[in-house]
């Protein structure tokens, strides 16, 4: 199975709101990232986990929030995002971070911001 | 910083060969050079990767210069399926970052 699973998959929020992503793999996998994907654009690196410890926070807003609560889920939770925060939020895992370590993606979750 | 150089788009004939180029003249001896694929409504999937030789798999050809400032991806007979957007992308040893290209429109003509 080489699967990441991503929840939901289309997500609308307001200004106000509080919501949660989410996103699985069962591949045994011990370094997980959430990427920020703007339409005609190549992904951006947010958050890497390597071994459920944040290695990588790339100078993300505090209004994204990411957690690992074990080594097959990754959440990342949204508060008080703008409008400028809409995209498609894509996760994905590699066996350890290795340079040569191949990421599996999820789908993603397209999220708007109203 | 190294960065990769693609062509915004390519056209080519279904079952065809497709030579996909990429300039990264400022990689370092580090650097692996990973492609990606991204097909519509879809997150990226991996194709192939390599350091220093020539690279083959089911899905495609890596070829990479001899002093590794350029590679070209080859889809040896490309079908409908394999319309989509290819990254090229460096990763240095030790560093989780992959420094992504901005991508190649792959247009199949059938």
């Known amino acids: 199975d080489t699967e990441v699973t991503q929840t939901p998959k289309h997500l609308v929020m307001g200004m106000t709101n509080k919501k949660s992503l989410k996103c699985e793999q069962h591949?045994?996998?011990?370094?997980m990232y959430w990427y920020k994907q703007k339409a005609k654009k190549p992904p951006e690196l947010m958050f890497v986990y390597s071994y459920e410890k944040l290695s990588i926070n790339e100078s993300v807003p505090s209004r994204f929030s990411p957690e690992c609560p074990n080594s097959s889920l990754l959440n990342l939770h949204l508060h008080a995002l703008q409008p400028e925060d809409s995209a498609l939020y894509l996760c994905?895992?590699?066996?350890?971070?290795?340079?040569?370590?191949?990421?599996?993606f999820g789908p993603g979750t397209r999220l708007t911001v109203l | 910083d190294a960065k990769t150089t693609q062509p915004n788009s390519m056209e080519s004939n279904e079952e065809e060969p497709v030579h996909l180029p990429c300039n990264h003249s400022?990689?370092?001896?580090?650097?692996?050079i990973h492609w990606y694929r991204q097909l519509p409504s879809q997150g990226p999937e991996y194709v192939i990767h390599?350091?220093?030789?020539?690279v083959n798999n089911r899905m495609a050809s890596l070829a990479i210069a001899e002093d590794r400032k350029s590679s070209t991806l080859i889809l040896h007979r490309a079908t409908l399926r394999d319309a989509a957007v290819y990254y090229c992308?460096?990763?240095?040893?030790?560093?989780?970052?992959?420094?992504w290209g901005a991508g190649t429109k792959l247009i199949i003509k059938p």
């Open positions: 591949m045994g996998h011990r370094a």
């Open positions: 400022t990689i370092s001896g580090t650097d692996y």
């Open positions: 994905a895992s590699s066996q350890e971070g290795r340079s040569a370590d191949t990421q599996y």
């Open positions: 390599g350091l220093t030789s020539n």
């Open positions: 992308i460096l990763r240095d040893r030790g560093n989780y970052q992959l420094i």
